[in-house]
């Protein structure tokens, strides 16, 4: 296995920790951004704001464990997110969100914690229309078995399938375990990689660090055990022939794409987010996140 140790970015109330894109590793199936964020509390009438900002050639998925986001986007989308359900939203050409916590909770004071991930989007699509697509928790197929609860947000894992577009083959679930408790690995993905995001669990008899991505070897059958109550996100799916490079929030197999990204947020060229106009994220100077050829 390949182990990939998180980076961690404080956001104030917010810590973040980022195991893609790595200097040794830029992709797991489309998977080409992972982050894990929280668990946070915010106190009350603070929570997360995080301004309109930028997409290209890729697809960004939410998944929270506890809390909420309110999701606007450039196309007019108001979304609510919360625990269980998940957003999928598709950048291709061009697209601008915002992701900010929803008024309610920030009367009252409310807890975060989730996943973040963004796919890659496969050659020949990575300029189709941008969408959005919310499927709420009791749409996405939950398998029980021993002590195990599996939420499948994205694919076909355990003979169930997530209703989700897949833009590539993707494999994506949510796995909460009672301490003992068991779950095969299924070895189909051309590649896989599992995170531990909550308590403590082991790979055929190893131990696996909190917070960090293990890359498993493909085709290999292996079994996932609970050590303690633990929460395990499964990821992974078609591998990709042609490489990609990532430059703040955008992605696309060409850096020449990229910088056009660049010249078109500087000069105002993409699509305002109704409700949400007022602000926005300035291209950095120096990005939190690079392409790593």
């Given amino acids: 296995m390949d182990i990939i140790t998180p980076s961690t970015h404080d956001l104030g109330a917010l810590e973040v920790r980022r195991t893609l894109p790595n200097k040794a590793r ?10 894990q964020f929280g668990p ?68 009252t004071g409310s807890g975060i914690s989730g996943m973040q991930t963004w ?34 947000i994205m694919g076909s894992l355990w003979g169930a399938t997530s209703p989700i577009t897949q833009h590539a083959a993707t494999i994506y679930a949510d796995i909460l375990m009672n301490a003992g408790s068991s779950i095969p690995v299924e070895a189909e993905a051309d590649e896989r ?11 055929d008899g190893e131990k696996l660090d909190r917070y960090s991505l293990y890359v498993l070897k493909p085709g290999q059958a292996m079994t996932l055990r609970a050590d303690s109550d633990a929460r395990v996100m499964l990821l992974g799916g078609e591998a990709f022939a042609t490489p990609r490079h990532v430059w703040w929030n955008f992605v696309s197999s060409s850096r020449d794409r990229i910088n ?15 409700g949400d106009s007022e602000e926005f994220i300035p291209i950095p100077e120096v990005p939190k996140t690079v392409s790593y050829p």
Avoid at 26 to 35: A, N, R, W
Avoid at 193 to 203: F, N, Q, R, T, W
Avoid at 262 to 273: A, Q
């Fill in 26 to 35: 830029t992709m797991v199936g489309p998977f080409i951004f992972v982050d």
């Fill in 40 to 107: 946070a509390h915010f106190d009350l009438g603070t929570g997360m704001d995080v301004r309109p900002h930028p997409h290209i050639n890729l697809a960004t998925v939410t998944y929270l464990f506890e809390g909420a986001i309110d999701h606007r986007d450039s196309l007019g989308t108001l979304a609510t997110i919360r625990p269980g359900a998940c957003n999928l939203m598709t950048a291709g050409s061009g697209i601008v969100h915002s992701e900010r916590t929803p008024a309610a909770e920030r009367a």
């Fill in 119 to 152: 796919l890659a989007l496969p050659d020949g699509k990575e300029e189709i229309d941008p969408a959005f697509e919310h499927v709420g928790k009791d749409n996405l197929p939950l398998i029980e078995d021993g002590g195990v609860s599996a939420r499948i």
């Fill in 193 to 203: 990689a599992v995170l531990v995001a909550l308590g403590d669990a082991s790979l």
């Fill in 260 to 274: 056009q990204a660049k010249h078109d947020w500087k000069d105002g060229k993409f699509s305002l987010v109704p």
